[in-house]
């Protein structure tokens, strides 16, 4: 745990155990529309990419950051209907249509964790029922999310690295020294049971 109290699980060379991302930033029922570069459109009624996957999913549910990143645009765009853009770290995008209402504290500019509420599904813009339009994109490039190959989660941050693998390094040697004391075993383990 930081001095800011922001906690996170680490192996001992300081390399994370948690997920960089999410795979799935919604509960859904079905995917009702893969990523294709040639899917038939179901309100103009003719070939067009489809950058993303859309999630079908009631009215309301809520929708969560697929990463920690930064808010780049909460709004309205014509297609995407309500929307939301997040950067995060090593060049990933992740954006976010078709929302029924924002989380009423994102704004541009503002911080996102992981899992952390930013909408709710609805069905704005194109589209012909309730889902999530999720879109991956790395370095500018579209992504299918369902496919891609998620970025890990950050290591120790380098300004706790030296003091992690101190502390890291003394668990690790009292460790090796309590396991060169005789274990217990059923056989001795026995004797400190009593009967009454």
Known sequence: ????GKAGYYEPNGASLGRGFLRYPVEFSRIS????LARLHPIYDRIKPHKGVDFAAPTGTPIHA?????????GWQHGYGKVVKIKHDGGYETVYGHMSRF????????TVAMGQTIGFVGMTGDAT?????????VKGVYTDPLIAKMPEA??????????????TQ?????????????????????ALVTND
Not at 129 to 137: A, I, M, R, V
Not at 154 to 167: E, T, V
Not at 170 to 190: F, G, H
């Open 103 to 110: 989380n009423d504290a994102l704004k541009k500019g503002s």
């Open 1 to 4: 745990t930081t001095p800011e």
């Open 154 to 167: 950050n290591p120790i941050p380098s300004k706790y690295r030296k003091d992690f693998l101190a502390q």
């Open 170 to 190: 003394s668990v690790l040697d009292l460790m090796a020294q309590n396991s060169q004391a005789t274990p217990l075993n059923a056989a001795n383990a026995s």
């Open 66 to 74: 697929a990463g920690a990143g930064k808010v780049e645009f909460v």
């Open 129 to 137: 029922g309730p889902h999530l339009h999720y879109e991956f994109h």
């Open 33 to 36: 529309s893969k990523f294709s």
